[in-house]
């Protein structure tokens, strides 16, 4: 049973890091990119976050994670860990 | 959506003239937005749907009200959704199949940087806030937050000896506060307040502390459910588990469609849920050691 996180790496960058093609082409997808740009952002001591559910702040890996979860639910199953 | 459309389909006009007088106005790059439940920006459109959505909402609640004197058992307006729809109070947040705690015997430690906020008055507030939230939650179920006076004039703005800063930032209105999840990395948790905490007029300042702490013990959204007003935000339901059943009076729940309380007070579902995931209160125990 986890009881920390194991280092300061959010569950979504880990998980994308196992799979770099896919982060790639999320990225690179105009309709990402689209719905990534109307998110509301702000910058926390030099880093961009992008604002979530009113007030929650979450990094670029968790907004492709998020996207990912939208558009191909099915790539998830299994979970982030 | 054109005027017509509008004129056509509206429940009630008048309510989107009356939110486009009273709420405030602003503009970006040109638009024109209208901002709502205290952080919402809506265009004209949105605001027209908006309006028909809160129109709704009051016809459900005026049904209620109405039902109730009378006596009748369903207070269901036909067509309407109803606030009230029994789904399964709090969600909580599941990581590998499992609910996300902080671990037993947790002391949530934290301090107020007082160097962040531009004036003594708001720092003093905020302290104030916090102890008052933190004591509802320690009331509520088996959490402890300690806060670490020392640790508040360190110049830090990630101090060591505190599981957490709370700490003043200007986001330019992008929310009131902000918080963590217990499953974010270390450097992430803070609980972030922009000035318009103080201006805003819409919720209680002890009840968004007590939201934000929600989000710090693993709560995640009441109103994303199925059963919240359409109008509410939804968000990312990946990894949430259903604690209770559906509470529109949530601690965890926005002020929208006509639900939620601007008190953002602690309810008896939220109690509930709370405890199946970390127990009664710690007060309630006579602890014997081995
Ligand atoms: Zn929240």
Known sequence: ?81 | MDTTMRSVEALDEGYFDLLKDKLKRVEVDGETFWRAESDYLLDEDELFVYSQQRAAADAVQQARRMTEQRGFGSSTAPGLATADARERGLVGILRGGRIVRWKPGTVLTYCVLRTTFPEDDRYEEVVAHMTQATADWEGTCGVDFAHVPAADQSDDVRPGGVVFPVRHIDAGGAFIAAAFFPHDPPSRRRVLIDPSYFTQGTFDRTGVMRHELGHVLGFRHEHIRSGAPPVCPDEDLGDTLDLTDYDPQSVMHYFCGGVGRPELAITALDRTGSRSVYGPPLDDFTEVSP
Request: net charge negative.
């Open chain 1, 1 to 81: 049973m986890d009881d920390q996180p194991p280092d300061d790496v959010t569950a979504e960058a880990r998980w994308l890091q196992r799979r770099p093609g896919l982060r790639a082409d999320v990225l690179a997808s105009a309709e990402f990119q689209q719905w990534r740009d109307r998110l509301r952002t702000v910058v926390v001591d030099g880093a961009t976050y992008y604002v979530r559910g009113g007030d929650s702040l979450r990094d670029e890996d968790q907004v492709v994670v998020e996207w990912i979860r939208r558009t191909r639910p099915a790539l998830l199953q299994g979970g982030e860990e």
